[in-house]
């Protein structure tokens, strides 16, 4: 990793943006009624983090000084995983592609189970059970290294997360209660992932008239978008403010907006998100989820309720799914968002993917800096993590492609594309090969457990601070000195700055 450069020489960084570069305006829009001169308007703003927060928690109890205060039997714990009957008959309401890869599945869980029995084990013992059987016809053997009859090593990525969803265990209390992940905002080891937080939830503040402000957690991005609920929850309160999570994914967008109906929300789960046995393990936000699904109205109208939402890492395209409809045509939740977030009525937080899908320029969705370098960009949904070792990735794509979306993200962050875990990924490369095969200008790249807060002050400037541990970049594309050499200035921004 790069040493950066000296603090002392960054100045602060104002950038001038042609009114083309936005493409919404930044203050109220226009026919809204002007405010009181008692109000305070509000700019655009956003805290984009580039990953990594390493914010202590029962789940990360390395990331604790004191792991002890957040571990114990009334938090919930690492997931832990039984092949009973139930589970199994879950796990093959997936749809592996072809029965003959169904059937080896079936198999691979039946022979595992005998040797298991009514254990609940961890999962990499999970995964090592599974991956050492081969099936040859209709009998299974233990795999040799390397072997190709392990249906275990065909399967990508989402298939094996949701073949272990299946599987996973609920915890409980001893009353029954389902056990919540529990964070210790103020007891990391890194103070930076906290104070990204709380820089957040001030801003928000700044929009509640100084009272505890209302804060939306957005988990849509995550491949189990019920996981990270309790812990962004739980961050959000102990940073001061009041946490609600706003239960929208492909799934529900499906079913509300596309007119499923609330009864497929558990297949639908399947179809979009190869997500199975989530009633088992978190009865209570299934219900929630459920319950919001009842009432469409409250639902797409939470933007005009909070002071801020947050978010949360994951996969971008997940997250962007669920606020799309099938013809890439914003939904109404992000209509009504989108809205809140000009006027300057809600600020915005993210986290890794939960930054990049903010991007109002081409949205970035998948690829090496080394694609990048040698393919270039290539506008197309991302392929599938592990479908080159499942043999169905699609479009010619290798699971390594440098792709981008033109239709961009969120768009809450207009004219900037928006890059993450940046310096530590080594990504300059590949933001500006995209600036320059797109002709989009502006570029940020933020590094972990860091933040750019960004505020837009009036339609045409950009103020951006750096927050955390390294802070980032804004890179400007410029024409090349000769054709086919990408070019762009480069601003880094150190903490402070």
């Known amino acids: 990793m790069r040493i950066p450069p000296d603090p002392s020489r960054i100045l602060p960084l104002l950038l001038l943006l042609a009114a083309g570069c936005s493409s919404t305006p930044a203050g109220p829009q226009a026919g809204a009624a002007k405010p009181a001169n008692d109000i305070t308007v509000h700019p655009r703003e956003l805290i984009m983090a580039g990953g990594a927060l390493d914010l202590c928690s029962s789940l990360s109890p390395d990331a604790c000084l004191h792991p002890g205060r957040v571990t114990g039997p009334n938090q919930r714990g690492p997931a832990r995983y039984g092949l009973d009957a139930s589970g199994r008959e879950e796990a093959l309401a997936l749809d592996f592609g072809a029965?003959?890869?169904r059937a080896a599945?079936?198999?691979?869980?039946?022979?595992?189970?005998?040797?298991?029995?009514?254990?609940?084990?961890?999962?990499?013992?999970?995964?090592?059970?599974?991956?050492?059987?081969?099936?040859?016809?209709s009998r299974?053997?233990?795999?040799?290294?390397g072997d190709a009859d392990a249906p275990w090593t065909r399967l990508d990525d989402d298939w094996r997360s949701g073949l272990m969803a299946a599987l996973e265990q609920p915890q409980r209390d001893e009353t029954g209660r389902r056990l919540r992940e529990a964070t210790g905002l103020d007891d990391g080891r890194s103070p930076h992932g906290a104070a990204v937080m709380k820089a957040f939830v001030e801003a928000a503040r700044d929009r509640a008239d100084g009272g505890r402000p209302r804060i939306a957690v957005v988990t849509a991005s995550a491949f189990d978008p019920f996981d990270p609920v309790d812990f962004y929850l739980d961050a959000v309160r102990q940073a001061g403010g009041t946490a609600q999570w706003w239960p929208v994914d492909s799934a529900l967008e499906a079913a509300v907006l596309e007119g499923r109906g609330c009864a497929a929300l558990p297949r639908l789960r399947i179809e979009r998100l190869r997500l199975p046995g989530r009633a088992r393990v978190y009865p209570d936000l299934v219900a929630q989820q459920a319950d919001a699904c009842?009432?469409?109205?409250?639902?797409?109208?939470?933007?005009?309720?909070?002071?801020?939402?947050?978010?949360?890492?994951?996969?971008?395209?997940?997250?962007?799914?669920?606020?799309?409809?099938?013809?890439?045509?914003?939904?109404?939740?992000?209509?009504?968002?989108?809205?809140?977030?000009?006027?300057?009525?809600?600020?915005v937080g993210g986290t890794s993917a939960g930054s990049a899908v903010q991007s109002g320029g081409p949205m970035l969705s998948n690829g090496s800096p080394e694609q990048a370098l040698r393919q270039g960009a290539q506008a197309s949904p991302p392929p599938r993590p592990g479908c080159s070792a499942a043999g169905d990735c699609v479009g010619g794509l290798d699971e390594d492609a440098f792709t981008y979306w033109p239709g961009g993200g969120l768009g809450l962050a207009p004219g900037l594309v928006v890059d993450t875990h940046f310096s530590e990924r080594g990504r300059e490369a590949?933001?500006?090969?995209?600036?320059?095969d797109t002709g989009a200008r502006w570029g940020i790249g933020v590094d972990e457990t860091s933040a750019l807060h960004l505020r837009w002050e009036g339609i045409d400037r950009l103020a951006i601070n750096a927050v955390g541990a390294s802070g980032g970049w804004v890179f400007e594309r410029q024409e090349p000195a000769c054709a086919g050499s990408p070019r762009a200035g480069a601003y880094y921004l150190a903490p402070g700055a």
């Not at 009514?118 to 995964?127: F, G, I």
């Open 294 to 347: 009842a009432d469409p109205g409250s639902l797409g109208s939470l933007p005009d309720r909070i002071d801020g939402i947050f978010f949360a890492g994951g996969d971008q395209w997940k997250l962007r799914e669920a606020f799309f409809d099938d013809d890439d045509r914003p939904n109404a939740w992000l209509r009504a968002l989108r809205a809140r977030v000009a006027s300057g009525d809600v600020v």
């Open 105 to 137: 599945i079936a198999a691979v869980l039946d022979d595992a189970a005998t040797a298991l029995g009514s254990r609940h084990v961890d999962a990499a013992t999970l995964r090592e059970a599974l991956a050492s059987r081969c099936v040859t016809g």
């Open 140 to 145: 299974v053997r233990r795999c040799a290294s």
């Open 99 to 101: 029965p003959a890869r």
């Open 430 to 436: 590949r933001l500006v090969r995209l600036l320059a």
